[in-house]
């Protein structure tokens, strides 16, 4: 069994998850079911990243926002239209 990640690696497992939910986010980076020590944890890898994290859905993007709710991507037919 693998330790759990600890700051910038922490970071950057918990962001791209974040839109599955905070319990799998908490597994796939290490903490299994203890969500509360994931937090903590959390909350220190982005104080020392200079980052304010006031809640775990600070993680997802706006980008990931849109894909979950189902929004309409934009992009051209091929690339030769670009």
Avoid: W
């Amino acid at each position: 069994m693998t330790s759990p990640l600890k700051g910038t690696e922490l970071v950057a497992c918990a962001k791209p998850n974040a839109n599955q939910g905070l319990a799998i986010a908490a597994e796939r980076c290490g903490y299994g079911k203890d969500t509360d020590t994931f937090m903590a944890e959390l909350h220190q890898a982005c104080k020392e990243m200079g980052v304010d994290l006031n809640d775990f859905n600070d993680l997802i993007t706006e980008q990931q926002r849109v894909k979950k709710l189902g929004g309409v991507e934009i992009a051209p037919d091929s690339q030769g239209s670009l």
